[in-house]
């Protein structure tokens, strides 16, 4: 008995046509035919039955394809290892990003990282920063890239830099030409923000509350780009993070103060969640990034 007449045998298995199986296989139906009668042989018992045009697996077939699977799995996975280039890593990264950084800093973060592991599967989710912490807590996430989160998690952060979010109006806004605009100055002012359930929002108005300013909030969007577009469009303005400006084109963007809005970006963990050596290659990959980004600002 060789291997590869355990690979025609899982694959006659799992189509239960020799046809194709073979071509699975790339073979002829004839020289698979002849391997699995081979099989039979050797095994001394019948492993399919031929039923007119109809190909059934026995109970012995059931049997022995139940106990050959992992071995094939564990084979291809061996060989694969070789073929994969050394340092190149394997698996599954799952990460979930608030719609901040999902806009920019993401796709580029996954680009360099598989232009170097090209072996690897990444699932990227745009999440609020609540989902994003459940998620993790339930391990249903590997990591997090979202702003500092409130306490009350079982959960480690890493900053990464600190953002000011600036005002965002159209080209044509009377405070368009403005280089600072202060908080108070909002008052009244007509308004597009996330909802209150995002930890932006939260933090916004805990700055138009210092400041005594009362906004009037005319359109909530829970998607960034959107909103952008919105004040495009209208008389609106909106305070976003400077990370989430993808274009300017018929935007400007002021500096906010008294008090400037800021929040910190950063990779959330599980505690005890950094064995996982792609995860843990890929958060090393943002830090570079983000250096490289504030060493040329």
């Not at 698979?32 to 095994?43: A, D, G, P, R």
């Not at 799952?94 to 999902?102: H, K, L, P, S, V």
Request: glycine content about 6%.
């Amino acid at each position: 008995m060789e291997l590869r007449h355990l690979r025609y045998f899982s694959a006659l298995a799992e189509t239960l046509n020799f046809t194709r199986a073979a071509e699975k296989n790339h073979v002829t139906q004839s020289t698979l035919s002849h391997q699995i009668k081979q099989l039979e042989e050797e095994l001394s018992v019948p492993l399919f039955e031929r039923v007119g045009k109809r190909v059934l697996i026995t109970e012995a077939g059931d049997s022995l394809l139940a106990q050959i699977t992992p071995a094939l799995k564990q084979i291809d996975l061996a060989v694969n290892a070789l073929l994969t280039s050394p340092g190149t890593m394997t698996g599954c990264i799952r990460i979930g990003a608030t719609y901040t950084f999902n806009t920019n800093l993401v796709p580029k973060y996954l680009a360099t990282f598989l232009s170097k592991n090209p072996e690897m599967k990444i699932v990227s989710e745009e999440l609020p920063q609540a989902e994003i912490i459940r998620k993790l807590e339930e391990d249903s996430l590997d990591l997090g890239i979202a702003y500092r989160p409130n306490e009350g998690h079982d959960l480690w952060f890493e900053p990464l830099f600190n953002e000011e979010m600036v005002l965002i109006t159209g080209v044509n806004h009377p405070l368009a030409k403005r280089k600072r605009v202060r908080m108070i100055e909002l008052n009244n002012m007509r308004m597009t923000l996330l909802p209150k359930i995002f930890n932006t929002r939260q933090q916004l108005d805990e700055c138009f509350r210092a400041c005594g300013a009362e906004p009037q909030i005319v359109v909530e969007m829970n998607a960034i780009s959107p909103m952008l577009e919105l004040v495009r469009q209208t008389d609106l303005v909106a305070i976003v993070g400077e990370t989430a400006l993808d274009s300017a084109k018929g935007l400007s963007a002021v500096a906010l103060e008294n008090p400037t809005p800021i929040r910190t970006p950063g990779v959330l963990w599980k505690k005890g969640g950094r064995e996982n050596a792609a995860v843990n290659e890929f958060a090393a990959m943002i830090r570079r990034s983000v250096a490289l980004r504030e060493g040329d600002g």
